[in-house]
């Protein structure tokens, strides 16, 4: 396996994900883990070789970040990577000064291909046979001194020491990011790294990981139960269905239904799981509770509050019920893990990670989290893996507040239900509409569904003037929501085409009794967020 020390780049996980990629494991600490941590850390003879990563700070400057010692004393290869080269290099005798200008975005490097690292590997050779690499650069400082026993590695203008090596000990280093996909070479140049120089085998894929996760679960619970609350995403659902492989009836899952669900989700997920898995599932209808406690409620975050507390009693409540359990299970996955590592160092509030209202903790349970390790797409290949449908692992992301965050102000069953029919008529033709593909069969079809990261309707509770037939109609307004984002941190409005956008709104106001006018959310965030609430 690979250690990535994290410096704090903002694509750091990224280095994570290629190397997994390339059939790898690979984990992710933060860079002051500690010299015993990394003394001992897969001391087993697993640990193949340590990768560090970018980051935002200056080693020219004294109190900044630097790998412990025992990064270089392991005796197993060494990458660094951006920050990670320029500390590597004050480290070890080299000098780094503070550049003048910044170098960000596409650049040329010539590769020397005497390294073992970058040895035949290139986009295009110039008329003079160098090597040469298109890469992605976003550095303030530079290399100006390698230490000894160092040999230079790549280099262009703006950046003459843009690579370097010694061999002897296999301490590689490049200034450019191999992680993004803007360097061609880079996953290339990564896996030649592990493979090649550390030596890892391809032994990270799907199917073995199911037997070994399977195997860890077992080893793990014992005879003991299981209680997870499913709520029908893909984090908890493929939890779900580990867990099941591992343990069977010993897991209980808790569904609550909040009354805030999509149009059959309920049906769906007790299809899902109880008919077609034979899992244990409690389907508790906490509607009424819900409601009730939300009546005359029109403030976001007092919702929020609202729906998360009745949904920690409701789940506590059935919890309480269920005699043998002695684990609760999570959905946690690893950018949470790594996030909430990183916040903590820095003394920030740890995120409690929540499918729906929040951790109960005062249940005496031992947590049990099956997904840590793994990034979202390797959740979802493990979904695949475990039998679970296409439909199913690839969904759009839904707020644990449900429909709560997308009525807005007081939330009436009456609006719920107007809203889940025409979410449910956008969906369908988001999903049977496919997106306009010039290159033919090159490329495989793909649907709206599959195009946008997040869509959903959202109901305003207000009225407007419409005429049907030769009737005047005063009935509410449904906005529609699309969005395409990589992190849902910032996110783009979908520019879905017209006439599919027109087919939704006739759908809608001719089909549900209550709606006569849809219009389409065309605000990016920021400023705006992607839910309305
Ligand atoms: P915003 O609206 O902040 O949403 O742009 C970003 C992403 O987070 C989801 N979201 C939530 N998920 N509980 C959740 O589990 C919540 O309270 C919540 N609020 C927003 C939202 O759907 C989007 O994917």
């Known amino acids: 396996r690979i250690l990535i020390l994290d410096f704090g780049s903002q694509v750091t996980q990224l280095i994570a994900r290629r190397v997994r990629e390339v059939g790898v494991f690979s984990e992710v600490v933060p ?54 080269m320029q500390t590597m290099a004050a480290q070890l005798g080299g000098k780094v000064e503070s550049g003048q200008v910044r170098e960000f975005g596409y650049a040329e490097v010539r590769a020397r291909s005497h390294t073992a690292l970058l040895k035949g590997i290139n986009d295009f ?99 003991e139960g299981v209680i997870l609350g499913l709520s029908g995403g893909v984090d908890s659902s493929v939890a779900a ?74 789940f506590q409540a059935e919890a309480a019920k269920i005699s043998n359990a002695k684990w609760l299970a999570q959905g946690t996955i690893y950018p949470d893990v790594i996030e909430s590592a990183g916040k903590d160092k820095k003394g920030h509030t740890i995120k409690s990670h929540h499918n729906v209202g929040g951790l109960p903790e005062d249940l005496n349970l031992k947590l049990l989290e099956p997904l840590r390790e793994l990034f979202k797409d390797e959740v979802r290949e493990l979904g695949l893996a475990l039998g679970l449908p296409h439909e199913m692992v690839y969904r ?78 005063y009935d509410y307004v449904v906005a529609l929501r699309a969005v395409q984002t990589q992190d849902f941190m910032t996110a783009h409005w979908a520019h879905l085409p017209h006439d599919l956008l027109g087919r939704v709104s006739n759908r809608i106001i001719n089909e549900v009794r209550g709606i006569n006018r849809v219009v389409y959310d065309i605000s990016g965030k920021p400023p705006a967020t992607i839910e309305w609430e």
């Open 125 to 223: 050779v110039t008329a003079e046979g160098h090597g040469m690499l298109k890469v992605w650069m976003s550095h303030g400082d530079k290399v100006a001194e390698m230490p000894p026993g160092f040999s230079l590695m790549a280099s262009n203008d703006a950046c003459p020491i843009a690579g370097m090596a010694d061999e002897e000990r296999k301490f590689y280093a490049v200034q450019f990011h191999p992680e993004v996909t803007h360097t061609v070479q880079g996953k290339v140049i990564l896996s030649r790294f592990v493979h090649e120089i550390c030596g890892c085998k391809s032994d990270w894929n799907m199917p073995d990981y199911v037997e070994e996760a399977v195997q860890f679960i077992r080893d793990q619970v014992g005879d």
């Open 241 to 314: 269905a580990l867990i099941h492989r591992a343990i069977g009836d010993k897991l209980t899952c808790v569904f609550v239904d909040h009354g805030l669900l999509r149009l059959d989700e309920g049906k769906m997920v007790m299809d899902m799981f109880a008919k077609n898995l034979g899992v244990n599932v409690i389907h508790v209808d906490a509607t009424s509770q819900f409601l009730g406690h939300l009546k005359g409620v029109t403030d976001p975050e007092e919702k929020r509050k609202i729906i998360g507390r009745e949904f920690v009693e409701v």
């Open 31 to 84: 860079y002051d883990i500690g010299e015993e941590t990394i003394r001992q850390y897969g001391n087993d003879g697993s640990l193949r070789g340590i990768i560090l990563s970018g980051g935002p700070s200056s080693v020219t400057e004294g109190d900044t970040p630097r790998a412990p010692q025992a990064v270089f004393e392991r005796g197993v290869p060494v990458l660094g990577i951006c920050y990670g």
């Open 396 to 473: 759009h992301p839904f707020p644990g507040p449900g429909l709560g965050v997308r009525i807005l102000g007081e939330i009436k069953a009456e609006y719920a239900d107007l809203l889940r029919q025409a979410d449910a008529i956008f969906i369908e033709e988001l999903r049977n509409t496919l997106v306009d593909n010039p290159l033919g069969d090159a490329v495989p079809p793909m649907t709206w569904y599959d195009a946008t990261s997040q869509a959903f309707a959202v109901f305003l509770p207000v009225k407007s003037v419409g005429v049907m037939g030769d009737g005047r109609t």
